[in-house]
């Protein structure tokens, strides 16, 4: 599967992500670590599939600052982009290491999915 079809596919599944941020929203309902990571990849998976979609290969890894990089060198508008490099700690380290909440607490839900939806559309 190449170009179009798979880029459908991965922006179906950050569709799923950003779904459940709408229910997540509460910041009562799931703790930040479960939000963020949530957030992180539905930006992540958005701009995969965008890359997929100009018919590019992406890196395979959970960061963001590539993936905005490789959109760049493609000559594609970023502006706006970059703040959702603060969501590349929720990859994986915030998933491991709680202790990191208390120091970079997640304190704004409302704009993470807005940020966040800004990138499926």
């Known amino acids: 599967m190449r170009g179009v079809e798979e880029a459908k ?16 929203c509460n ?7 479960i ?7 539905a930006v992540e998976k958005s701009l995969k ?3 997929t979609a100009l018919g590019h290969e992406h890196t395979y890894k959970h960061d963001l600052r590539p993936l905005i990089v490789k ?5 594609c508008d970023v502006n ?5 490099v603060d969501l590349n700690i929720f990859a994986v ?10 120091m ?6 409302i704009s993470s999915i807005k940020l966040s939806h800004c990138t499926t559309e």
């Not at 939000?35 to 990849?41: E, I, L, R």
């Not at 970079?104 to 839900?109: A, Q």
């Open 35 to 41: 939000f963020g990571f949530h957030a992180q990849q």
């Open 9 to 24: 596919l991965v922006l179906t599944m950050a569709g799923k992500d950003l779904r459940a941020l709408h229910i997540m």
């Open 93 to 102: 380290q915030y998933r491991y290491e709680t202790y990191y909440i208390l």
């Open 71 to 75: 959109l760049q060198s493609l000559n």
């Open 49 to 51: 599939a965008w890359i």
């Open 27 to 33: 910041p009562e309902s799931v703790d930040d670590e």
């Open 80 to 84: 706006g982009l970059w703040e959702f």
């Open 104 to 109: 970079y607490p997640l304190t704004d839900r």
